[in-house]
């Protein structure tokens, strides 16, 4: 497995909002795209986001479109998804993934299960 780690995830009210990071220990996120995906027990992965490399792209899904966004800093080696808005339906274990150098893997719709870190869990209830 990848050295690349999810943090910032927890328990949230609805309509709050969260930031999670991805960091890379041990090689440099600046020549990859980065994709976010999460899932819940049971049901398939949904990719939910990628970034390119110099961070000037950024895709969404629609069931995140307008309310998460998707950053990188590279001087950090991090890339992090910023979740507004947030609603029950948006409890998950969400997880960051490396991907080519553009956003092949998310355009597919399918990130290999070696680009994937361990993943951060986020709950949101009231």
């Known amino acids: 497995q990848l050295p690349i780690m999810e943090s910032g995830g927890g328990l949230v009210q609805p309509g709050g909002s969260l930031r999670l990071s991805c960091a890379a220990s041990g090689w440099s996120l600046e020549y990859h795209a980065i994709g976010w995906l999460r899932q819940v027990p049971g049901e398939r992965p949904e990719v939910l986001s990628c970034i390119n490399p110099s961070g000037s792209t950024t895709k969404y899904a629609d069931s995140v479109k307008g309310r998460f966004i998707v950053s990188r800093d590279n001087a950090k080696n991090t890339v992090y998804l910023q979740m507004n808005s947030l609603e029950p339906e948006d409890t998950a274990v969400y997880y960051c993934?490396?991907?080519?150098?553009?956003?092949?893997?998310?355009?597919?719709?399918?990130?290999?299960?070696?680009?994937w870190g361990q993943g951060t869990q986020v709950t949101v209830s009231s």
């Open positions: 993934a490396k991907d080519r150098p553009d956003c092949t893997y998310y355009d597919g719709q399918t990130y290999p299960a070696t680009t």
